[in-house]
């Protein structure tokens, strides 16, 4: 197997998820980190024992010359990063939002296609253990033809980013078009898009802001309940941002023309409600119980799993920076299509714009 | 004398206004957060009518907030740090936000610092159970196999004392033990842990090195009088109690816990077999123990805070007595929860 020489810029918190992730494969080597702040970039260095951290990008690229580089940076500065980095060489991982809007997704995958190199993009949920096994049962034709899907996305503001957002009106997550949505919706939309395959839904979008006024600035419009519908030709969907609802939940609906599948990314779970096989108040009856023991039987699977030390927090960014190394090296095709990327991308400008507050605020 | 504190709306901030106050310090710019709530500063400073007490709110991590804050500003006490986060974040609000200050305080010759530290900057993992720590003990020299905040608080200090020595300007790095009083942390990670609703009381007989806030507080005020007299200063009370002795007090005067004692020597058994289980199944579970992370926080050691007296602060608050209303505290506050 082909080492594969990898850098990381951007030395936030989500850069100790890629620095684990990477220390665990075999045929990866982290050859720099780097981060406008130097001292950002030195402790990530220090607490993960890498040897070459540095402030200067360029020289990163130059003297380290990476194969892969991963984007962990705000999204402001994506494209700026992932043109250079591909123009160096080097096949790009880049953190969710690939960019601000369709603008610059169509920079960054057009400089990935003039020169060659390769581009991903931070999906992870889509390729966490039920999304998998989603996938294999819907292909296996257990729900029959989907008809419609619900996307939940739960968030809380109460955590420590949330917390960071709202003690600083100058935040970066202020400023890009769909603020707190922006930085979080990737993982709710695409899942949707996934099935609304249509070139161009129709899309209905609504926001509010359900936190009262507590600032006086910035903070207090930026909005924190999104629905959105998307309606294709033969398959609708309807997606929940809420950051009010406890339990955070994180979950999908696939509903087919034979079953229904629960998704479940926070227990990794996934259950299929088939149609009813008795007839009348006997197949009320039955369900239930069939259905608590696909719960228990998946249960017993997480725990061995668990023991086998493959129940892993990062599982979904572990199998998608495989896939993407694997394309790599053996030219296999990418783990996300230029065209889904750009499809989403379409998605959330129109969302921003339906969403945008009126009266003149920006 | 103009003094800037940074942090003043955390707990150590608002008694350091409140005793700069009462020193006679009474042009205070007080650094805080967009969205902190500074009521309680404003009512202090009721009570001292000639006082000039500004508040300028802003991030550390900011340099133009930073800037503005330092200006025509004679003595920096620098409290503000992260307490909890992700160790990226808690790196960034502490240390980044002290490397933004110590900028702004270079290009202004003259401007003193007292930069609030921690015990937690000392290599103690390898010194004997019971080991005096004085002023002259190492420096951790192992930081990244700490906690995040000892980490971010080793850095801090150390990028302190290389920017002392690159400019030259007066500062003094103040290190407290476990800072206590109304308002602070009830149980200290020395004391022990809480763990699936059992607390695991760690610490048994070391003495637990507190510092009642107003005495910490004072300490600052008196260390700034001649902020080049000492590089970095203990700060902690006399007659410390034991950590076994703090939690019997805890559970009988605030409220009844659930504890086990787990003596050190088993908690480093318990500590290996996290820290190996850890490593062999690629961080499914984090090492939240660690043989070394145990040895230094629970092997016990003595703090001394001789060279703290020694430049003339005497303790307000007797221990016993910081104790009562600590305690007293968290019992109302339990009592209302």
Request: charged share 20%; with cysteine.
């Amino acid at each position: 197997m082909k080492t594969l020489r990898v850098a990381v810029v951007g030395c936030g918190k989500i850069a100790d998820a890629h620095v684990g992730e990477l220390q665990k494969m075999p045929g990866v080597d982290i050859v720099g980190v780097c981060d406008l702040e130097s001292l950002m970039a030195e402790q990530l260095a220090r607490r993960f024992g890498l040897s070459h951290f540095t402030d200067d990008f360029e020289q990163l690229l130059a003297t380290r010359t990476p194969d892969v580089v991963h984007i962990t940076t705000p999204p402001q500065s994506h494209v700026a990063l992932a043109t250079r980095a591909l123009e160096a060489g080097a096949h790009v991982y880049v953190e969710k939002p690939l960019a601000m809007d369709v603008a610059g997704v169509d920079a960054i995958v057009g400089r990935a296609r003039e020169t060659g190199r390769k581009l991903t993009v931070g999906h992870s949920f889509h390729f966490d253990p039920p999304a998998l096994e989603m996938r294999r049962l819907i292909a296996g034709g257990a729900i029959g033809e989907p008809v419609h899907v619900e996307s939940h996305f739960g968030y809380s503001l109460a955590g420590p980013f949330g917390a960071a957002i709202l003690g600083d009106p100058r935040h970066w997550v202020h400023t890009l078009p769909g603020r707190l949505f922006h930085n979080n919706v990737d993982h709710m939309l695409n899942k949707v898009l996934e099935f609304v395959t249509d070139p161009e839904p129709a899309v209905h979008a609504f926001a509010t802001r359900r936190r009262p006024h507590a600032f006086g600035d910035v903070r207090d419009r930026m909005q924190d309940e999104l629905r959105v519908t998307l309606l294709g030709k033969s398959v609708t969907g309807y997606a929940t941002f809420t950051s009010h609802v406890s339990p955070v939940s994180h979950f999908l609906r696939v509903y087919g023309s034979r079953g229904i599948l629960h998704v479940d990314y926070n227990i990794r779970t996934v259950v299929l409600e088939p149609g009813p096989t008795l007839p009348s108040q006997i197949g009320r009856l039955l369900p239930a119980f069939k259905r608590a023991g696909e719960y228990r039987r998946q249960g017993w699977r997480n725990l061995r799993s668990f023991a086998r030390a493959d129940f892993q927090f990062f599982a979904g960014m572990h199998h998608l920076i495989e896939r993407f190394y694997e394309s790599i090296r053996s030219d296999a095709p990418l783990p996300i299509a230029y065209d889904e990327m750009r499809r989403l991308a379409v998605v959330m400008d129109t969302i921003w714009a339906q969403i945008a507050p009126r009266g003149g605020e920006s | 004398m103009k003094c800037l504190v940074t942090g003043a709306g955390g707990f150590l901030g608002g008694e350091l206004v409140s005793r700069l106050l009462a020193h006679g310090h009474t042009d205070v710019k007080c650094f805080v957060r967009p969205g902190s709530d500074v009521t309680h500063l404003a009512q202090m400073t009721e009570a001292h009518p000639g006082a000039r007490v500004e508040f300028v709110r802003g991030n550390v991590t900011v340099r133009a907030d930073v800037e503005s804050a330092v200006r025509d500003v004679d003595i920096v006490f620098h409290l503000a740090a992260a307490m909890k986060g992700s160790a990226a974040d808690m790196f960034l609000n502490t240390v980044v936000g002290t490397k933004r200050l110590l900028d702004a305080v270079a290009a202004q010759p003259g401007t003193g610092v007292v930069l609030v530290s921690s015990f937690g900057v000392y290599g103690v993992a390898s010194l004997s159970r019971g080991a005096l720590v004085d002023e002259s003990t190492a420096l951790e020299p192992a930081p990244e196999k700490r906690d995040p905040y000892s980490y971010s608080k080793w850095r801090q200090e150390t990028l302190f004392h290389e920017y002392r020595e690159r400019y030259g300007f007066p500062g003094v790095a103040l290190r407290p033990g476990v800072i206590v009083g109304p308002g602070g942390a009830p149980l200290s990670a020395r004391v022990g842990v809480g763990v699936f609703g059992l607390f695991l009381s760690l610490g048994g007989g070391n003495p637990l090195p507190i510092s009642y806030v107003t005495n910490c507080a004072e300490a600052l005020v008196v260390a700034a009088r001649n902020p080049t007299a000492h590089a970095v200063i203990n700060v902690c009370d006399d007659e410390p109690p034991s950590c076994a002795g703090y939690l019997r007090r805890y559970r009988k005067e605030v409220r009844a816990l659930r504890t086990v004692a787990v003596p050190y020597p088993a908690m480093q058994l318990v500590s290996r077999a996290v820290e190996r289980y850890s490593l062999r199944s690629g961080g499914q579970l984090p090492a939240v123990f660690t043989p070394y992370r145990t040895a230094s926080l629970w092997k016990g050691n003595r703090f001394s805070n001789a060279r703290l007296k020694s430049i003339g602060w005497r303790q307000l608050v007797p221990t016993d007595e910081g104790l009562r209303r600590t305690l007293a505290y968290w019992r109302e506050r339990e009592g209302r929860a």
